[in-house]
């Protein structure tokens, strides 16, 4: 499974937004964790000053009976720090592996650092 964050600009009207600081957009972030084919397989969109990391925690125990065949975890390196792996690992039952921002986007990523 691989997991990404995207953050979206909302209108001035959107209630829910917030503000992501890294990325300097008001509004939105689609937390999304898709299978190998690319499809997605859970999906939360939180206001845009959730975390990468508490966003994609979020998906996994909201979802957590849909992904119980889950055994790999993807991610970039938003997703380092405060433990992350070893609550995937409490969640999921599955390990984390964080890509190089080198090898992100050529086909047959190479895992860097497995928990």
């Known amino acids: 499974m691989i997991v990404d964050a995207q953050s979206v600009k909302t209108t001035d009207l959107t209630k829910n937004s917030g503000y992501d600081g890294g990325k300097k957009i008001s509004g939105i972030k689609r937390h ?3 299978d190998i084919n690319g ?3 859970a999906i939360l969109v939180t206001r845009a000053n959730v975390s990468d990391r508490s966003g994609a925690l ?19 390196g938003g997703y380092t720090g ?12 599955a390990k ?3 890509a190089k921002r080198n090898e992100l986007h050529i086909h047959g990523v190479t895992a860097t650092m497995d928990h």
């Open 32 to 34: 999304m964790a898709v």
């Open 39 to 41: 499809l997605p397989q």
């Open 58 to 76: 979020a998906v996994f125990s909201l979802a957590s009976q849909n992904l119980e065949l889950v055994q790999h975890v993807m991610v970039d």
């Open 82 to 93: 405060n433990d992350f792996a070893d609550q995937v690992k409490l969640i999921l039952n």
């Open 96 to 98: 984390t592996t964080v």
